[in-house]
């Protein structure tokens, strides 16, 4: 006998005050009924639609017996839907085989599935963004001492909403490269649609600049230089190319940093310009730099303890007023998972790099994040870095697309060390000054060196040999 049991809300579901959450029952039963009258259905509705996308209970089980059967590589007919739902003991309550006849009496062409089951996938991600509206409201009733917490909370919810949403299906090639034909390279309403430069000549090249969607690390020994070549990168896109840029400082204030970014620009001494005692030259470049970084789209955070759904949550609110163009993080080590105890570091270390490329992804920037070496690099000769000194190196060199490391000789040795250690070239030149930037992991192309100057007096880099821009990243 056919099922007359009326509709079941779904436990994730609410009746709102206009009734029932959104629903089909009638497309619902058009894709189970294509998938029992034309094998070529299944392919086709599978990228579509999740079991838990359907509203009625006995709908759902069939669906789920008919991708049971398709795993095994079993025709889908009634009597083997009525077979799987039987050995999972829900035939009675999903109507029996007479339902399976019935729904493919009323249907009886598998024609128009795929937009059928987007029918069902759309009502579905409705009900999804219901019961986020539910749970948010009940945060907000509850409330508590942290409103910066609970507002994170919320924006997870809704992201984790968006990236369900946002599941995609094969896509041509064809179809790509006419996107990337119709694709400029300049900028778009504030946002800068291709690769972020990096600045460095020689880095651009290797690199091809910072891809969307990439995690980019950058890993040294402390005192090195990390968060002034971060401050580099930051001032490049955001000067040079007009981007906007979120810098999260977990280590520094936002005052240092703007301080450290006005000696770069001005090019005097972070001392004096500290303290006051720069003379009237110093001090009309003082104020063109004012100028240039006034303009720039340099959004700092300095808050001490953050997590990764933090982060992503500040910055989804940045993309949204003012565009996204690059995401720092300075450094890796400082950061906090955002779930509770019980991890060894290790293994929270990996959920937040691993997250951090969930968010490159999801805002479709380059994010870059500063990480500690360990101090494996400190007890050979000679102390170039490599990728077994990262900290839990695995998680990192995984979900890392690129991994580069800063190396600069003249920290280890002084000139006269340097010499003795160089006796076949009496007189050389000690590498003061200079660094190399150690390209270790580059996924998506070739590994290399490239050497640049680093200007103690401003702690700022720049290229070795000034040039003009290649013509592939003239804006």
Not at 114 to 134: L, T
Not at 154 to 166: F, G, N, T, Y
Not at 396 to 423: C, L, S
Request: net charge negative; hydrophobic share 40%.
């Amino acid at each position: 006998m056919v099922s007359s049991r009326p509709a079941q809300l779904r436990p994730d579901t609410r009746p709102t005050a206009g009734g029932l959450p959104p629903h089909d029952i009638a497309a619902e039963e058009a894709v189970l009924a294509a998938l029992l009258l034309d094998e070529e259905a299944y392919p086709r509705v599978i990228p579509i639609l999740q079991p838990r996308d359907f509203f009625r209970e006995q709908n759902q089980w069939c669906y789920e017996a008919c991708v049971a059967l398709a795993d095994r590589g079993e025709a889908l007919t009634h009597p083997t839907v009525a077979h799987e739902l039987e050995r999972a003991g829900r035939l009675d309550a999903a109507g029996g085989e007479p339902y399976l006849f019935e729904i493919t009496g009323k249907h009886f062409t598998a024609e128009g599935v795929e937009a059928h089951a987007r029918i069902v996938a759309r009502d579905s991600f409705y009900r999804r963004m219901i019961q986020a509206a539910g749970q948010i409201a009940q945060v907000a009733y509850e409330g508590g001492p942290d409103a910066s917490a609970v507002l994170a909370h919320a924006e997870q919810l809704l992201l984790a909403i968006r990236s369900v949403e946002s599941a995609g299906d094969f896509r041509a090639l064809r179809d790509l490269l006419d996107e990337f034909l119709e694709d400029p390279g300049e900028a778009v309403e504030g946002v800068l649609v291709s690769a972020v430069r990096t600045g460095f000549m020689d880095l651009d090249a290797l690199l091809g600049g910072f891809k969307r969607g990439d995690l980019v690390i950058l890993a040294a020994r402390t005192g090195v230089g990390k968060s002034s070549l971060l401050l580099n990168f930051a001032r490049n896109a955001a000067v040079g190319q007009h981007g906007t840029v979120a810098f999260f400082a977990l280590e520094m204030s936002a005052d240092q940093l703007a301080m450290r970014l006005l000696s770069a620009e001005a090019d005097v001494d972070a001392t004096r310009l500290r303290l006051g005692m720069h003379n009237q030259d110093e001090e009309s470049s003082i104020m063109h730099a004012i100028g240039a970084l006034g303009e720039a789209r340099v959004y700092i955070d300095d808050s001490a303890v953050l997590t990764v759904p933090e982060i992503r949550a500040k910055c989804r609110r940045l993309q949204a007023e003012h565009g996204l163009d690059l995401v720092i993080v300075d450094y890796l080590q400082l950061l906090h998972s955002a779930s509770l105890g019980g991890e060894n570091r290790a293994s929270e270390l990996g959920k937040i790099t691993r997250a951090l490329k969930e968010t490159a992804r999801e805002l479709d920037v380059p994010v870059i994040a500063a990480a500690q070496l360990s101090r494996a690099v400190e007890a050979r000769t000679p102390h170039i870095p490599m990728l077994s000194d990262l900290r839990e190196s695995g998680s990192i060199e995984q979900d890392a697309d690129v991994v580069m490391f800063i190396y600069r000789e003249d920290v280890y040795r002084t000139p006269e060390e340097w010499q003795d250690e160089h006796p076949d070239d009496p007189g050389g030149q000690h590498p003061s000054g200079l660094a190399q930037l150690i390209v270790a992991k580059h996924r998506n192309g070739p590994t290399g060196n490239v050497t640049v100057r680093f200007r103690d007096r401003t702690a700022s880099f720049q290229d070795l040999v000034l040039r003009e821009p290649p013509p592939e990243f003239d804006e």
